[in-house]
């Protein structure tokens, strides 16, 4: 399992919404690739980005600081926010990003879901409220059923599945277990689990589910989660 260290850029700086919602945030850092830096000295490798403004413009915006950061993470780097477009999907190749999230589009958009086959790197982000697809930055409900998007996933070629528990993102309550081992039980595509993840055991559980990656997000930022630990359960 991969320990993903999560980074959400708003503003320049290194944040964490509550559930998603932008008038709930804290920051965390005022120069994100020092944080990176420094995490990386302290053993962490592998990382999951999200470029918030991003998600609300629809087209990068903190580009500059996300190519510093790839410079600096020699593990896998996957990044998402507002990712709807071919050109976004190629400037972020471009920079080397090895995971590509793309979410509201390819849930709205089927023929642009069934198109993403050209790329080899493409991660769809599943976000879940109640066991229903949300979309546009968790505002939106999909009326699609997530075993047929999992299965249309993979006649596609999407290299993984992120998927995340909204009621549990930010809230340092614990990975909605159950809710992970359905979405596995529907699909052979590697998960990622995200939301909720509050201690090492929390790790620990996740690791022991198989998943294919686990995001530690506020649980690292408020000390509840040392990067050492957590790479112990990090293959």
Not at 110 to 125: A, C, H, M, Q, S
Not at 135 to 163: F, H, Q, T, Y
């Amino acid at each position: 399992m991969k320990a993903l260290f999560a980074m959400d850029l708003m503003g320049g700086k290194t944040v964490r919404l509550r559930k998603g919602d932008f008038q709930e945030v804290t920051v965390y850092s005022d120069d994100p690739p020092s944080l990176i830096e420094e995490m990386v000295g302290r053993g962490a490798r592998d990382f999951h980005i999200i470029d918030l403004d991003g998600a609300r413009t629809g087209e990068p915006v903190h580009g500059d600081i996300i190519r510093k950061i790839r410079s600096m993470v020699k593990g896998y780097m996957e990044v998402g926010g507002g990712i709807r477009t071919d050109d976004t999907i190629k400037y972020y190749s471009d920079l080397g990003v090895d995971g590509i999230i793309v979410g509201t589009r390819a849930l709205e958009d089927e023929e642009y879901f069934e198109g993403l086959t050209r790329f080899p790197n493409i991660v769809l982000g599943l976000d879940l409220l109640g066991g229903r697809p949300m979309s546009r930055g968790w505002k939106n409900a999909v009326d699609r059923d997530p075993g047929a998007i999992l299965s249309a996933a993979e006649r596609i070629g999407i290299m993984a599945v992120l998927c995340t528990s909204i009621e549990r993102d930010g809230m340092l309550s614990g990975p909605d277990l159950a809710g992970l081992k359905a979405i596995s039980g529907m699909t052979r595509l590697p998960v990622i689990a995200s939301g909720g993840v509050s201690n090492i055991d929390d790790v620990r559980r996740l690791a022991e589910m198989d998943v294919w990656a686990a995001i530690i997000g506020k649980a690292f930022y408020e000390g509840f989660i040392g990067i050492e630990e957590a790479m112990g359960y990090a293959d």
